[in-house]
Nanobody, 126 residues
Framework: EVQLVESGGGLVQAGGSLRLSCATSGFTFDDYAIAWFRQAPGKEREGVAC????????????YYTDSAKGRFTISSDKAKNTVYLQMNSLKPEDTAVYYCAVGEAGGLNPGWYDYWGQGTQVTVSS
């Protein structure tokens, strides 16, 4: 059974940092793409960053949405089957529930991902 468990969310002031973690199990870590998405109230789910593996469509690549470039960094620890999202210079508009997801293809389209975590709330105060 595929399981994804996010952690690391919280309340932070604008300009601050948070590191989200996504602990995974139930699949071969190297065979899939893992991405971070976010969803703010009343808005559609948005892809933030993804990291892919040699077996996936976007092999070996890391992608960021434009608003995350230069501020967020996605990384993975294969020994721990965990993916991280380091978020710096946070802005109030980054406030959302952040989800990690696993899929075969990669990219930032939520429709390409099959398994999702429960989400972790990130709130950035001004």
């Amino acid at each position: 059974e595929v399981q994804l468990v996010e952690s690391g969310g919280g309340l932070v002031q604008a300009g601050g940092s948070l590191r989200l973690s996504c602990a995974t199990s139930g699949f071969t870590f190297d065979d899939y793409a893992i991405a971070w998405f976010r969803q703010a109230p009343g808005k559609e789910r948005e892809g933030v960053a993804c990291i892919t593996t040699s077996a996936s469509k976007f092999a070996g690549n890391i992608y960021y949405t434009d608003s995350a470039k230069g501020r967020f960094t996605i990384s993975s620890d294969k020994a721990k089957n965990t993916v991280y999202l380091q978020m710096n210079s946070l802005k109030p508009e980054d406030t959302a529930v952040y989800y990690c997801a696993v899929g075969e293809a990669g990219g930032l389209n939520p429709g390409w991902y099959d398994y999702w975590g429960q989400g972790t709330q990130v709130t950035v105060s001004s």
